[in-house]
Every structure is written in structure tokens, then in C-alpha cells.
């Protein structure tokens, strides 16, 4: 007892761990303060791009800045053809994505990937596709062609619809509508009309992830900051004291 008694903690400097704490502490409060603005920054962008979803025409959109994820709002009607994008699993179930062109009203036609759909059950079949008639709005945003990084056969023009693909580029699509943009829509859920399950992972990092990581960033500041403050207090003894003196 007399022991643990005599022991307290006192103030030891170590130039190495100030020194260590010096450097890294700025750097992961400056990586949470950038990622705060990062999420403001994003915050204003999509707010910028939901005010021109609702105000800005679509010929419009298409002859600035295509830009993937930017949302947008379509008026037309389904058109005829269809492709049926092969080797997509949602829970682990085997299934095709539905690539459909569209024809807005006013501007040039867009395919819409309106989302997946079980495949049958064997290969010699397609699914049954619904598509519906008349004119509809459709709200989504805009998406890459699918083109996987490692080359594959593209689709070629000519055959019956629908047809089933690897994947399909802006080129071999063009093949079939000449005046397609470089982008295709998605569909942003299962409520819009003609959509099959449309239950996308998000194509732009919202504000959200931001936030998430500048609370990590300032997370290891604090922790550093404790770790440092305990490590530089140590437990001397009396004896010790005396032996010192």
C-alpha cells in the first residue's frame, strides 16, 4: 500500500512523441476541415443540378455538360427497341438489366436503363418484357454507357428485339439510333413508369460520405491527442524521488 501511496504521475518530456503528434495532428485536423468542404461543395453542386433538372430543357442539358449523376427529368414516350444487359445478380439470383430507348418530346432520343429483371430459367429464353404506351415523365440521372474496363465483342446491328448483351457501348448503340448523347439515364427508382427494380448504388459520393469521413479524420486527432497527453505523464515513486535528489 505504502508503495502505490508513494507513486503519482508527473510530466516527462519526450521531444520524439511532441515531435510525432506535432506533425500528424494538423495533418488529420486539415483532412477533416477539406472534407467539410468537400461536403458543402457537393451539397451546392446537387443543389445546382436539382434547380436545372426542373428548369433546364433536355435539347439543352445535352449540348452542355453531360455529366455522370446529374439528375434530370424527361418527357416522352418508351420506343421499341431493347437491350437485355446479360450476367446481372441482385441476391445472388441471375438476371438482365433493361436498356430501353426513349424519346423525349423535345431533344434527341436517350436509352434508359430502367432497371433488372430475372432471367429465366434456362438460356434459350428471354424474359417477357412489359414496356408502357404513352407519353410519361420520367425523373433519373445520367450514367456511362455500361463498358466494362477489358474489351468485349459489341452487339451488332441487325437481329430481332430484344437483344442480349455483354455490354453495350455509345457507338454500337448509335449503330442502331444515330442521334444518342454520350450518356445513358437511369432510372432513379421503382415508381417510375416502365421501371423494373432500379435500386442503384449511388453514382456520386453524397455530402453524407463527407461528413462521414471528416468525423473519422477528427476521431484520430482526439484520439492522438489523448494518446499523447497519456503517454507523457509517468509514474514516479518516492524512493525514486529521493534516489533522484
Known sequence: MSDSQGQHRQWHFDWRLLVFSGVFLPILIG????????????????????????????????????????????????GSRNWLLDNRTRDGIPGYEVLTEFRPLEGPPVVVNRGWVQAPRTRDQLPQ???????FT??????????????????EAGGP??????????????????????????????????????DWEPDLMGPQTHYGYATQWFALAVALTILTIVASYRKTGANNDNDNG
Open 138 to 155: 420520367l425523373e433519373g440521372r445520367l450514367s456511362d454507357y455500361p463498358v466494362p474496363p477489358v474489351l468485349v465483342d459489341q452487339p
Open 129 to 135: 418484357l412489359e414496356t408502357p404506351e404513352g407519353i
Open 31 to 78: 483532412l477533416g476541415v477539406w472534407q467539410l468542404n468537400r461536403a458543402e461543395e457537393k451539397q451546392l453542386l446537387l443543389n445546382q443540378w436539382q434547380q436545372e433538372a426542373e428548369n433546364r430543357a433536355w435539347q439543352d442539358m445535352v449540348s452542355g455538360d453531360l455529366t455522370r449523376g446529374r439528375p434530370l427529368t424527361l418527357t416522352g414516350m418508351y
Open 161 to 198: 428485339w430484344p437483344r442480349r448483351v455483354q455490354s453495350l457501348s455509345g457507338e454500337a448503340a448509335r449503330k442502331e439510333i444515330p442521334d444518342l448523347p454520350d450518356k445513358i439515364v437511369r432510372l432513379s427508382g421503382n415508381r417510375q413508369p416502365g421501371a423494373y427494380r432500379a
